[in-house]
């Protein structure tokens, strides 16, 4: 269902004991699969929820084309003061708080006890546990009261449930057929010379683990980069950095973005948002990224779950807050995940992996590549077989098919709609051709589509700073003159292998997208 298929739904009003309410359009949750319900959540336990409110106006073209300042962004298409203050009434009516209040992102975060909310939307909070992981769940769509009613686009983070997965893998260094550091990544793919991210910002999202500084000294001390890159760790809805946890768990993530960041754009501030993984914790950091001051140059998105893992309303207010960020300037980057075309969804069916899926993410799939001193051998899919990783990629049955992609030839998607063709870019992602990262005092060989997708950030973070212009959506002139049978310019094809259902050929494809980046010609394609 794409933003536009959500209806209206002025049918589903009714009236009950709080007067006229309307089912939240894409709000429907179904329980997690296999997940056991222990009974409802305590009703005097107090939790936090985030509204997303309406846009002033919806976002032209004309402005993710031609960014345009916070301040101008914040007064045109950021929520209306009278919303704002008509929800918060709502809000402190039916017994709960409002804690903050953002109007150029749109965002209202509420705390109040189980009852007070439950009662607000309309719905039931249980105990749910899969695998030893405790989460509250809820079935069935959210109502809104008249107050709330097309005021509230969204209303997460009532179900906690995990909302995301990391997309790497990890190997003892020594497991590795082929290993580099990303800095001979870098120059395979002919990053521009002469650019180290200076002036620049990257920010990362993650949703779970964290680091240490002492892991950073010791790892770009071994690359020879000194000093070590400026980073900092921003707590998002009471998350905070928390390393040494699981080194092949989320602080692998969380080491392995930083690490390519900071080696390939090592001049560049790396700013890190660590978020509660749900799905309002994800769209908080994002929009809490995009909004920040200095605007970053590129958010790097290494988590993500099959489109269908989310609501319709999330994906919905996600791919708002992308929009948010191209406008403001900022390109977002996202992996396309790491089982092949069915995205760990056994269906029999292909399925694509959001947030990589949205229009206004750069979605980034892998390659396994071979290579040295600068010079790359072969480069073909990244396939290692069933249940040991293949890129993933395909065509979205969740958004349309954007106007810059018409001509590359986007097959069909599984429901026989136009769809969204994922991913746009690739980059090495095979962990038998993986990256030497630094994780918990280990030092490992870490692969994925994960590691695309900071590849790609500190790219774009070195070619705006060559160009000094921001590259916010930057599609459009990825895209201009590739064709079914031919890439873009700045690029190196990918024409072998397959991710399961979607085989490589010259030009566009679903394994790898318009193939792996030749910065250099990237930059003279930019420039002119």
């Known amino acids: 269902?794409?933003?536009?298929?959500?209806?209206?739904?002025?049918?589903?009003?009714?009236?009950?004991?709080?007067?006229?309410?309307?089912?939240?359009?894409?709000?429907?949750?179904?329980?997690?699969?296999?997940?056991?319900?222990?009974?409802?959540?305590?009703?005097?336990?107090?939790?936090?929820?985030?509204?997303?409110?309406?846009?002033?106006?919806?976002?032209?073209?004309?402005?993710l084309e031609h960014p345009i300042p916070r301040?101008?962004?914040?007064?045109?298409?950021?929520?209306?003061?009278?919303?704002?203050?008509?929800?918060?009434?709502?809000?402190?009516?039916?017994?709960?708080?409002?804690?903050?209040?953002?109007?150029?992102?749109?965002?209202?975060?509420?705390?109040?006890?189980?009852?007070?909310?439950?009662?607000?939307?309309?719905?039931?909070?249980h105990v749910a546990d899969d695998s030893g992981n405790s989460f509250r769940q809820r079935t069935g769509p959210l109502r809104v009261p008249d107050d709330l009613h097309e005021r509230v686009t969204a209303v997460l983070g009532l179900d906690d449930r995990p909302q995301a997965r990391t997309?790497?893998?990890?190997?003892?260094?020594?497991?590795?057929a082929v290993s580099y550091t990303p800095v001979q990544v870098g120059a395979m793919y002919r990053f521009p010379p002469g650019t180290d991210g200076s002036g620049r910002t990257v920010a990362i999202i993650e949703l779970g683990g964290g680091f240490a500084p002492s892991d950073l000294d010791a790892y770009f001390s071994g690359l020879g980069i000194h000093p070590t890159p400026t980073v900092t760790a921003v707590g998002i809805d009471g998350a905070t950095n928390q390393p040494g946890q699981d080194p092949n768990g989320a602080d692998g993530?969380?080491?392995?973005?930083?690490?390519?960041?900071?080696?390939?754009?090592?001049?560049?501030?790396?700013?890190?948002?660590?978020?509660?993984?749900?799905?309002?914790?994800?769209?908080?950091?994002?929009?809490?990224?995009?909004?920040?001051?200095?605007?970053?140059?590129?958010?790097?998105?290494?988590?993500?779950?099959?489109?269908?893992?989310?609501?319709?309303?999330?994906?919905?207010?996600?791919?708002?807050?992308?929009?948010?960020?191209?406008?403001?300037?900022?390109?977002?980057?996202?992996?396309?995940?790491?089982?092949?075309?069915?995205?760990?969804?056994?269906?029999?069916?292909?399925?694509?992996?959001?947030?990589?899926?949205?229009?206004?993410?750069?979605?980034c799939g892998g390659t396994t590549l071979h290579g040295s001193g600068g010079t790359i051998a072969s480069e073909t899919v990244w396939n290692n077989g069933t249940g040991r990783g293949a890129t993933g990629g395909g065509v979205s049955d969740a958004f349309p098919l954007p106007s810059w992609q018409k001509p590359v030839g986007v097959p069909a998607a599984p429901d026989g709609s136009a769809g969204r063709g994922v991913p746009d870019v690739a980059g090495d992602a095979d962990p038998q051709t993986g990256y030497k990262v630094r994780v918990d005092g280990a030092d490992v060989v870490i692969g994925g589509t994960s590691a695309v997708s900071p590849l790609w950030a500190a790219l774009v973070a070195r070619l705006v700073e060559a160009t000094g212009t921001p590259l916010g959506l930057v599609q459009p002139k990825l895209y201009a003159g590739a064709t079914a049978s031919v890439t873009a310019a700045g690029f190196r094809d990918i024409t072998s292998g397959n991710n399961g259902a979607y085989s490589a050929k010259a030009g566009w494809d679903a394994c790898t997208g318009l193939g792996s980046p030749i910065g250099t010609a990237l930059l003279t394609h930019l420039s002119g």
């Open 253 to 363: 993530e969380v080491l392995l973005d930083i690490e390519i960041v900071g080696a390939l754009a090592p001049a560049a501030h790396i700013i890190v948002y660590f978020a509660p993984n749900t799905d309002a914790g994800f769209l908080d950091a994002v929009t809490a990224a995009a909004h920040a001051t200095p605007t970053p140059d590129a958010i790097s998105i290494s988590w993500g779950q099959s489109e269908d893992a989310w609501t319709a309303q999330a994906r919905t207010a996600m791919d708002a807050a992308f929009v948010d960020a191209a406008a403001l300037g900022v390109t977002v980057t996202a992996a396309s995940g790491d089982d092949g075309s069915n995205d760990n969804v056994n269906d029999g069916s292909p399925h694509v992996d959001f947030p990589a899926s949205s229009p206004h993410a750069l979605g």
């Open 1 to 63: 269902m794409t933003p536009g298929d959500i209806p209206d739904d002025d049918a589903g009003a009714t009236r009950d004991d709080r007067g006229s309410t309307h089912i939240l359009p894409g709000s429907e949750r179904e329980p997690v699969s296999g997940a056991t319900v222990a009974g409802p959540v305590h009703p005097d336990a107090e939790i936090e929820a985030t509204l997303v409110l309406r846009r002033k106006a919806e976002v032209p073209e004309s402005a």
């Open 167 to 176: 997309h790497f893998r990890v190997l003892p260094e020594a497991a590795a």
């Open 71 to 125: 301040a101008e962004f914040v007064e045109k298409y950021g929520a209306d003061r009278a919303d704002a203050d008509a929800v918060a009434a709502a809000v402190r009516d039916a017994g709960a708080t409002v804690v903050s209040v953002d109007l150029g992102e749109r965002l209202m975060r509420i705390r109040g006890t189980v009852s007070a909310l439950q009662r607000l939307f309309g719905t039931a909070l």
